[in-house]
């Protein structure tokens, strides 16, 4: 998995109750993580390999978010 795929997952874990997909790819965006097209095609294949099912993280989804959190925490 690649680190802008973590990011994503993390920022979806980590979102505000009232921000959508949209929002967090517009905020990755403009962090200069990705381009909101490159964003799209991430959460595409991310949905396609059991990550994200109709805008939410699944169990999978959540697990490898809070493996992206852990790895990315400085200790």
Do not use: C, Q, S
């Amino acid at each position: 998995m690649t680190i802008e795929e973590k990011v994503l997952l993390l920022a979806m874990r980590k979102r505000e109750p009232d921000e959508g997909l949209k929002e967090i790819l517009l905020m990755l965006e403009n962090n200069r993580v990705f381009t909101f097209k490159e964003g799209k095609r991430l959460v595409k294949k991310l949905k396609e390999a059991g990550y994200f099912h109709e805008g939410e993280l699944t169990l999978k989804g959540e697990a490898a978010a809070a493996a992206a959190e852990e790895e990315f925490t400085l200790r």
